[in-house]
């Protein structure tokens, strides 16, 4: 066969598998939240049914663990390096309101962060400060910690990696060209992660079916003092003894999820209302939000629904000009990542309720650089609470004999439904932050 036969044929036949194999991933997204919601019922059901499964899954949940520590340091130097890149390269585009979008969307940001942490507060009933000899001593102990994590924490060398590589890429054109096109990589490489979630699912049900074995087997005989038997949010009481329980817990956390980030996007509402006096909250509703949310809900990909989130905008705010429109979704999808932070420090909170893990209000405050530095890079891709983890643990000081089961279970218990309602939240923002920003132009 020709050379040139042969590339045409290739070339045909390799344009025809790939556009099969995004129709499956976009089915599978499509489906996603029940797949999910099955999955893990599944795995509950299965574990109960088989012991051996369980402790199967257990075996493979600890060998991911274990090459967590070698991955996420990875995977933040390669995803948070482009992401500021691409940052700094907006800001200098000379536009006084490029700038200002992004100073308004870290001020956004850093709300965010703090209102997070207040809710995360009441949900789980956490005190101020963990110490019974005082608060000076506690913010004393808490700076400690968190000044030995800063000079010690695989994380943090990589998040300095990462700062130090983008400066130096700034006085390099060509090498920030190249390091700017890895979050456009890893987006693509994410939706491969998209069929993969159901199974991951059906682990984590089965994981958290026989966790109190699993702490017997790591603590032994302190496990009955270390993990708590009922978890309470906003003084609901679930007890998590049995796998149902468990299951309800990951249910509850999921809607505490939508919940606080829905009171979120309702002040976001207020603000455009205020800054657009004929601001139609119905109209916002029925015109935009209904036909945008579900396929974020369900899809839980921002890069997925991008398209029709512009074209919605549009519609429904013919007044903004193309280049806001354009500019505050294209930047809101990377940088607008509220419902993101929301999640982290409620999964903080929820697992450390699980563990029975002392924290306090004083270390969620202190954690607040950590998760904002951090938020920078973590573009759309399913399960980026991953990047979180670790570095969340440590500002918390979980004991090191239950590290790989917190790590387990904040990895585990935020993918599937928690992802939908954070997806859904980040992306349903840029409307409106496209209309309070357009007052600046």
């Known amino acids: 066969m020709k050379p040139e036969i042969w590339a045409a044929y290739s070339s045909t036949h390799g344009n025809t598998r ?3 194999i995004d129709k499956f991933i976009e089915l599978i997204e499509r489906n996603l ?3 999910s919601l099955t999955s893990m019922a599944i795995g509950v059901f299965w574990a109960n049914q088989s012991p051996d499964f369980a402790y ?3 075996n493979a949940m600890e060998a991911l663990i274990d090459g967590y520590s070698y991955f996420a340091p990875v995977a933040i130097y390669l995803i948070l390096t482009p992401t500021l890149i691409k940052l700094m390269t907006s800001e200098t585009r000379g536009k006084s309101f490029a700038k200002y979008t992004i100073k308004w969307y870290a001020m956004a940001r850093l709300i965010a962060c703090v209102y997070a942490v207040f809710w995360t507060v009441i949900a789980f009933d956490i005190p101020v400060y963990s110490s019974l000899e005082g608060f000076k ?5 808490a700076v400690t910690s968190l000044g030995y994590m800063l000079t010690h924490s695989e994380y943090f060398y990589a998040i300095y990696a990462s700062v130090a590589t983008t400066f130096i890429a700034s006085r390099f054109p060509t090498m920030a060209n190249t390091l700017g096109k890895g979050v456009e990589l890893i987006e693509y490489l994410g939706k491969f992660l998209v069929p993969v979630i159901p199974f991951l699912l059906l682990a984590v049900g089965a994981y958290v079916t026989i966790l109190p074995e699993i702490l017997g087997k790591v603590l032994g005989s302190d496990s009955s003092t270390l993990m708590s038997r009922q978890v309470s949010i906003f003084g609901f009481e679930i007890d998590i003894t049995t796998s149902l329980g468990m299951l309800l817990l990951y249910i509850v956390g999921a809607f505490l999820t939508g919940f606080v980030s829905a009171i979120w996007h309702l002040g976001l509402i207020l603000l455009a209302k205020r800054v657009k006096p004929d601001f ?3 109209e916002y509703f029925t015109v935009y939000w209904i036909k945008v949310y579900p396929l974020l809900w369900a899809t839980s990909s921002e890069a997925l629904a991008t398209p029709l989130n512009l074209n919605m905008v ?11 429109r354009q500019f505050v979704i294209g930047t809101g999808s990377f940088l607008n990542i509220n419902g993101t932070l929301v999640n982290v420090f409620l999964m903080t909170g929820l697992v450390a309720s699980i563990l029975n893990v002392d924290i306090s209000l004083v270390q969620l405050l202190l954690s607040i650089p950590i998760v904002f530095l951090i938020g920078y890079g973590v573009p759309g891709m399913p399960g980026e609470l991953i990047l979180f983890a670790g570095p969340m643990a440590h500002s918390m000081g979980v004991p090191p004999e239950l590290m790989p089961i917190y790590l387990s279970l904040y990895i585990g218990l935020q993918i599937g439904l928690p992802d939908s309602f954070r997806t859904g939240a980040n992306s349903t923002d840029e409307c ?3 209309i309070i920003l357009n ?3």
């Open 280 to 282: 139609s909250i119905k």
């Open 18 to 20: 790939d556009r099969a």
């Open 439 to 441: 007052k600046k132009y």
């Open 33 to 35: 939240w029940w797949l």
């Open 432 to 434: 409106l932050c496209a």
């Open 56 to 58: 199967t899954v257990s």
């Open 137 to 141: 001593k506690a913010v004393v102990e």
């Open 314 to 324: 549009r519609k429904f705010c013919p007044s903004i000009p193309d280049e806001v």
